[in-house]
C-alpha cells in the first residue's frame, strides 16, 4: 500500500505542479486542457486564481494518500483519511462519468482537440485515480 500511496501522491504532485505552472502565466497545453464547443471555442477560460485553487486542492490530494500510508503527518485527519478517500475517489468517478456533452465517458462532442486527449487520457486517468483511491482506503 506504501507503493500505492507514493504513486498516487505523486500523480496528484504532478498536476498540482502543472496547474500552478498554468497560474503563473504559462500556456503550454493549456489550449487542449478545457473543454471546447464544436467549433472549437473554449467552453470557459480559467483564472489564475481557479488555476492556484486546483492546484491547491490537488497537493492537498496528494498530502492525504501521503498522510494515510503514514507517509506524513495526517494533522486533524487521524483516522478519517479512509473516509477522505473514498470522497475523493468518488469525485474522480464522477469525473470519469463526466457532463455528458464536453468530458467524459458518455460525451457527445467528440471532434475537438480536448475531446480527442480526454478520450486517449483524462477520462482513462480520472477512471485509474478513482479505482487507485478506493483501493487505496481499503
Same mark, same amino acid.
Given at each position: 500500500?506504501?507503493?500505492? =500511496?507514493?504513486? #498516487? =501522491? ?11 505552472? !498554468? ?9 487542449? $486542457?478545457? @473543454?471546447?464547443? @464544436? ?6 477560460? @480559467?483564472? $489564475?486564481? $481557479? ?11 496528494? !498530502? ?5 500510508? =503514514? ?11 479512509? !473516509?477522505? #478517500? ?6 474522480? =468517478?464522477? %469525473? ?19 475531446? %480527442?486527449?480526454? %478520450? ?14 478506493? !483501493?487505496?482506503?481499503?
Amino acid at each position: 500500500m506504501t507503493f500505492l =500511496a507514493v504513486a #498516487l =501522491a505523486s500523480v496528484f504532485a504532478a498536476l498540482a505542479l502543472l496547474h500552478a505552472y !498554468w497560474g503563473c502565466g504559462g500556456r503550454r497545453v493549456a489550449a487542449a $486542457a478545457t @473543454p471546447a464547443k @464544436p467549433d472549437g471555442r473554449a467552453l470557459f477560460r @480559467p483564472s $489564475a486564481f $481557479a488555476c492556484f485553487v486546483v492546484a491547491a486542492g490537488l497537493a492537498g490530494f496528494a !498530502w492525504v494518500c501521503l498522510a494515510h500510508g =503514514a507517509l506524513a503527518p495526517a494533522f486533524f485527519l487521524t483516522g478519517r483519511t479512509k !473516509w477522505v #478517500l473514498l470522497g475523493m475517489s468518488g469525485l474522480f =468517478a464522477l %469525473r470519469t462519468v463526466g457532463d455528458g456533452k464536453y468530458a467524459g465517458l458518455f460525451r457527445r462532442v467528440r471532434d475537438t482537440d480536448f475531446a %480527442r486527449l480526454d %478520450r486517449i487520457l483524462y477520462t482513462p486517468l480520472c477512471l485509474a485515480l478513482s479505482a487507485g483511491l478506493a !483501493w487505496l482506503a481499503v
